[in-house]
């Protein structure tokens, strides 16, 4: 026995449609599921992007621990001088694609001891 294409087989069976039908319901099908996923696709990107938009104000916060305090304090002499520096190299903001955000220099004191560092970290 002749092995037939399963859409052969199937309208032999049914007797009512041809070739044609069947493709073309199968096309039907397909650009139906092809809509459904493309709108759900496009409900999921609204919702994913929406904390972009709301965090775009959020400042740029860089942490800087330095030893202003006990033996190591020396090392930490002219730190101020460089932070004011790096203030006003970026007093404007830092630009990131299309948006300009704020940046904010947390500085901390590791007091000359390095488990202290990890803490204010």
């Not at 044609?20 to 397909?30: A, C, E, K, Y």
């Amino acid at each position: 026995m002749e092995r037939q294409p399963a859409f052969d087989r199937l309208a032999s069976r049914e007797g009512k449609m041809s070739k044609d039908q069947l493709s073309t319901m199968s096309f039907d099908r397909r650009r139906v599921l092809q809509g459904i996923a493309g709108g759900f696709a496009a409900a999921g990107s609204t919702t994913l992007f929406a904390p972009a938009v709301r965090a775009a104000n959020k400042p740029i916060k860089i942490g800087y621990v330095s030893p202003k305090s006990g033996p190591l304090a020396a090392f930490a002499e002219a730190d101020d001088f460089v932070l004011g520096e790096f203030r006003k190299f970026i007093k404007d903001g830092v630009k990131v694609g299309s948006q300009i955000y704020p940046v904010e220099v947390v500085t901390k004191d590791s007091q000359s001891n390095p488990n202290r560092a990890a803490e204010v970290a």
